[in-house]
């Protein structure tokens, strides 16, 4: 579908495996239904974006959150459910046109970040030239929910999959999705997706 992408948040091995050092209970639940998603981008010609992060020891945020995503760590590195051939890595740095034009173009772009809100990274802001996005990923309660009202702030639409996002607390994830709902995001299904029903969804909401 034209102007669509799949947007894939924090699939990281931090996060998502039991041994991270950031790791958000149940993750593994979903990694079955993020690698259909993502076989469904892949083979279905839709470009991936999303975000990882990379740390640096002096990183603000590790004033909140242990130490995860260290750079060159194995722990930062995606879950292989979720990895696509020739990736890119745009850095929170300045970078050429030349440069940029070139990753934007790969089929899977990652945002690298040191905060919970992807737009921290500028190149993020090229987003908004796109219409709607599937987002899926972790955590339900910080960095989906910041990308999702970011998304929503920007005039794209957003369908977030609910059964391929996780949150690391019940109470903050609940609220996350009421504040995602309220901003316009449509909740769906990985089902529902990989079963081409959300491209009628988004026709209708088009027409």
């Known amino acids: 579908m034209k102007n669509l992408i799949f947007y894939d948040v924090d699939t990281q091995k931090d996060f998502m495996a039991k041994s991270g050092a950031l790791y ?9 239904n993020l690698e259909r998603l993502t076989a469904y981008a892949f083979y279905s010609g839709i ?5 990882v992060d990379r740390h640096f020891p ?13 750079d060159g760590t194995d722990g930062a590195g995606k879950v292989v459910q979720t990895t696509i051939p020739d990736s890119a890595f745009i850095e929170n740095r300045p970078q050429s046109d030349r440069e940029l034009k070139l990753k934007m173009s790969s089929p899977a ?3 690298e970040k040191q905060e919970t809100d992807v737009f921290s990274n500028a190149y993020a ?10 987002v899926y990923g972790v955590a339900t309660d910080y960095c989906v929910k910041d990308v999702v009202l970011g998304m929503r702030s920007r005039g794209i639409d ?21 504040d995602m709902k309220y901003a316009g995001a449509i909740f769906v299904s990985t089902s ?16």
């Open 24 to 32: 958000i209970p149940h993750s593994e639940d979903i990694i079955k």
């Open 47 to 51: 470009q991936v974006f999303g975000s």
């Open 58 to 70: 002096n990183d603000h945020e590790l004033k909140t959150f242990p130490p995860h995503c260290m």
């Open 109 to 111: 772009v990652y945002f």
């Open 125 to 134: 802001g090229r987003l908004s030239g796109f219409s709607a996005a599937v």
């Open 158 to 178: 957003v369908l977030v999959v609910e059964d391929a996002i996780k949150g690391v607390s019940e109470e903050s994830s609940r609220k996350a999705i009421d």
């Open 192 to 207: 529902e997706i990989v079963d081409g029903k959300f491209e009628r969804m988004l026709k209708e909401k088009w027409r």
